[in-house]
């Protein structure tokens, strides 16, 4: 059964902190992309990453996958309050878009 | 890119009743899918639509309940049959090639 791990589930930090959320999952796969979600909202995409080693980087946020590890990470830096919302990792398990997503880590950022 | 309508928006409806939910593609695509999102929760695929065969429904979830149909390259339905309570979640509807697209997404509450 595949899984997609995320952690951690709930995040809560200060404003100008740094930290990472990180995005194990079970299966073979090249392609990982990461959602925001606000409350009562539908998915925003923020990346897509779709080879090993790919980097991307939007403002504040980037964001990594090692495919050999099977393991993306979403880094935060000097988090402002903005930032606070859900983010998931949605592996693509078939290359057309069907998605197994993460558990989401809940981010509070806090002024 | 692609734009999704999704309709209804959002329904309340009593237990025992269905709910035939809709997704209009601006574009034509192969596969679309249906995911479920229960309160407070991540996203569950449901399964995948293709044009002119059976829907693939994924570990949990059956046709009897969750009947799909996929008439052309543009629109699937998804109903929700025998409502319970435990059927209030959010339904999206998504499509993708190089990047995914979801739509906004069906509120639904079962009282």
């Known amino acids: 059964e595949l899984k997609v791990e995320q952690n951690p589930l709930f995040l809560s930090m200060q404003e100008g902190k740094n930290y990472t959320i990180y995005c194990n999952y079970s299966t073979t796969s090249d392609r990982l992309y990461w959602y925001r979600q606000d409350p009562g909202k539908s998915l925003e995409s923020l990346f897509v990453l779709l080879s090993n080693g790919a980097v991307k980087q939007e403002g504040r946020l980037m964001a990594s996958l090692d495919t050999k590890a099977r393991l993306s990470t979403l880094h935060i830096t000097a988090a402002v309050h903005d930032l606070s919302a859900t983010y998931f990792c949605?592996?693509?398990?078939?290359?057309?878009?069907?998605?197994?997503f993460g558990s989401g880590t809940k981010l509070n950022v806090k002024p | 890119s692609a734009v999704i309508s999704q309709k209804p928006s959002r329904d309340i409806c009593q237990r025992g009743t269905s709910l035939t939910i809709q997704c209009q593609v601006d574009?034509?695509?192969?596969?679309m899918f249906w995911y479920r999102q229960q309160p407070g929760q991540s996203l569950t695929l449901i399964a995948t639509a293709n044009q002119g065969s059976e829907a693939t429904y994924e570990s949990g979830f059956v046709i009897d309940k969750f009947p799909i149909s996929r008439p052309n390259l543009t629109f699937s339905t998804l109903t929700v049959s025998n409502m319970s309570p435990e059927d209030s979640s959010i339904y999206l509807c998504s499509v993708g090639w190089t990047e995914a697209f979801f739509g906004q997404g069906t509120r639904l509450t079962v009282v």
């Open positions: 574009s034509q695509v192969t596969m």
């Open positions: 949605a592996v693509d398990v078939n290359n057309f878009n069907k998605f197994y």
